[in-house]
């Protein structure tokens, strides 16, 4: 279990703090999406919850412990994150990209063994990259990609996963097969948090919504409770309705963020 | 293919370089101005050669072919190590200023005439020059990043101090007599024709940082995904890049100090094995050092046949030999 408690941050020279007094706990076995505006403070958070960046107040605890106690390795066996982006100079091919995964659990001169290669063989089967193992991570595209990332992730075999907006860039079956994936490892236990712009797909399949204006928690909670028109119009500046989706299967009924035209508010 | 299968291929290729080295050794040994050929190597080495023979082979040859082989692979490491410690593929062992500083305190040893009255004092000079640069550039860009140590920050230090340096070789080259300036001019080229067993005091520093660096492979490995990526996956990316800053930069600093500037194979020899085998650092930074040795042992040799009874520099042979066959490299599309 994650939880970070009262967490304010303000980045170095800047004026106004990026996340102000936020709350939250990532339980296993759930999803929490933090949604919100552009500059919101999404980013910050999740940096915060990794250990990346100190919060100036408040805490980041990790099943009771705080995490800026844990050494590097330690905390990246507890904690497995996956960043909005990366880029490398030198290309490496899925499989070497998804044994990085292993970094934290080997010493500098042990070598891979069994236990190691059965853990990367496990993640790129999870996510469906085990097809592409051999290929260089610079050829894939932008869905493979992110689950090749996700792989590596995997890998860490940490009991928590950050996931900084895991489907931007991404078309619908990419989308949706992310979040089938977040579900799926969701069922296996893991306490799963991301961020993201796509409140549709959070309103569905996220357990709890984490809504972030200004750096403040503008509402908390189930999906049907924090994505209200009144809520979401202040949030966002924009004219909307919401509309329940309209089924068939499990999601029926969730709230479906509709944007109208400025003119036709 | 395998962990185990993948461990095998892995160390087949560490063997197959080393076999190089041996063999550019035994090349390196065997050719020279003396006329003395691989027979009489086989003969000094079984101690059937006669005195001079031996003289030439073991005083002037093998410690020459010692000083070469370190030397390039210091330099293929290092090279290997400041590319992944910049993530820039054009990192090269003498981007960050350290060779700047290394020639500014030689070319201080040969215009004070010291070069002349105590010739070791070169090395020295050249030595202390190194490691004030690498302290200079490292407390420059330790200042500018606040605490910590960004890596754009430390490398336009490196450039800005190089540039600083370069400036302070012309001036006191411009103020030294004729002879201080050929002999200054001739050492930044590199050469190894001062090789004798002292050089190899040069191990002293060699091998510890050596495998300083040779233990960072796997933090090399997620570094290149990035610094942030690689705090996530559990690197202390702090700690590891200062290591390997310090230790590629004494490495430099030790080779520079003994042989002077010879370019080019820190650049070329890691994009080489790159190109071949991919990027995994825990092939990569082995290997860099040891095609660096065969390498330097090779442009050696030819610097000191060529034109015998006189010798190139050697840092123009590494430059000339080193530029088509990397072209060729290059245009061949490497690893697919």
Known sequence: MLVGRDLTFTHPRAEEAAVREVSLSVAPGSLLAVVGPNGAGKTTLLRLLSGSLAPQEGEVLLDDRLLGDLGDRERARAVAVVPQSESSPFPVTVREMVGMGRYAHLGPWESVGTRDRDVVDEALERCAVAALAHRQVGELSGGERQRARIARALAQEAPVLLLDEPTAGLDLHYRMELFHLLQELRADGLALLAVTHDLNLAARFADRLLLLDGGRERAGGDPHDVLSREILEGVYEWPLRLVPHPGPGSDAGAPQTVPLRRDDA | ?336
Not at chain 2, 157 to 167: D, Q
Not at chain 2, 210 to 236: D, I, K, P, W
Request: aromatic share 8%.
């Open chain 2, 1 to 336: 293919m395998s962990v185990q299968a993948r461990t095998w291929r892995a160390s087949g290729r560490v063997a197959v370089l080393a076999l190089a080295v041996l063999i550019a050794g035994a090349v390196s040994l065997s050719l020279g101005a003396s006329g003395l050929g691989p027979g009489d190597l086989w003969r000094a080495v079984t101690g059937a050669a006669d005195p001079a023979t031996e003289t030439i082979l073991l005083r002037l040859r093998l410690p020459r072919a010692v000083l070469a082989a370190l030397v390039g692979g210091a330099l293929g490491l290092s090279g290997c190590t400041f590319q992944a410690l910049l993530r820039n593929p054009l990192a090269e062992p003498y981007v960050l200023g350290v060779s700047g500083g290394a020639a500014v305190g030689a070319v201080c040893v040969f215009v004070t005439g010291l070069a002349v009255a105590l010739p070791w004092t070169l090395s020295l000079g050249a030595f202390l020059g190194a490691v004030g640069a690498m302290a200079l550039v490292l407390a420059i860009a330790r200042r500018a990043s606040r605490g910590g140590m960004d890596t754009r920050v430390l490398i336009l230090s490196g450039v800005i101090a190089g540039a600083f340096f370069n400036a302070i070789i012309l001036l006191l080259l411009s103020l030294a007599d004729l002879q201080s300036f050929r002999s200054a001019i001739f050492w930044m080229m590199g050469n190894l024709s001062g090789a004798d067993w002292g050089s190899a005091r040069l191990a002293v520093f060699l091998v510890p940082a050596s495998v300083v660096v040779l233990s960072l492979a796997r933090a090399f490995n997620v570094l290149s995904r990035g610094e942030e990526v690689a705090y996530y996956l559990g690197a202390s990316v702090q700690r590891v890049k200062l290591t390997a800053y310090l230790a590629a930069s004494l490495m430099v600093a030790a080779s520079v100090a003994a042989v002077g500037v010879i370019g080019f194979v820190g650049l070329i020899v890691p994009h080489a094995v790159r190109l071949a085998w991919g990027n995994d650092h825990r092939l990569l930074l082995p290997a860099s050092f040891l095609a660096g040795s065969a390498f330097l042992l090779l442009a050696d040799t030819v610097a000191r046949v060529v034109v015998a009874p006189a010798e190139l520099p050697t840092g123009v042979v590494t430059a000339v030999a080193g530029v088509p066959f990397f072209v060729v490299l290059l245009m061949r599309g490497g690893r697919r």
